[in-house]
């Protein structure tokens, strides 16, 4: 694999849930940090969550309680759940790898998702 493998996400209501998924190129357990930025039209590209080398998860304040990381080594998999969905969630995810501290950041193409009624 050369290339982020993302699925998931697409259309909830608001209070609903939904996940997204990335399959890194590379071990996943390899990664200083990977994780999740956002972004909708108009807006900066906001940071969402982070999956530390050290199993530190770290949430942006807006999402915190609501969405959360997870990891399935053997299918070099994470995973970022959520829940109780809000329309100021929408935007294009965007999973990212950061493979040593102060590294450049390595994207995915991005997965959209929508909050609805």
């Known amino acids: 694999q050369v290339q982020f493998v993302e699925s998931g996400g697409g259309l909830a209501q608001p209070g609903g849930s939904l996940n997204v998924s990335c399959v890194p190129p590379?071990?996943?357990?390899?990664?200083?940090?990977m994780g999740w930025y956002r972004q909708a039209p108009g807006k900066q590209r906001e940071w969402v969550a982070t999956?530390?080398?050290?199993?530190?998860?770290t949430y942006t304040d807006s999402v915190k309680g609501r969405f959360t990381i997870s990891r399935d080594n053997a299918k070099n998999t994470q995973y970022l759940q959520m829940e109780a969905l809000r329309p100021e969630d929408t935007g294009t995810y965007y999973c990212?790898?950061?493979?040593?501290?102060?590294?450049?950041?390595?994207w995915g193409e991005g997965i959209q998702v929508t909050v609805a009624s």
């Open positions: 990212y790898t950061r493979h040593t501290i102060g590294a450049d950041y390595r």
């Open positions: 590379g071990i996943l357990s390899g990664f200083y940090a």
């Open positions: 999956w530390y080398s050290d199993g530190e998860r």
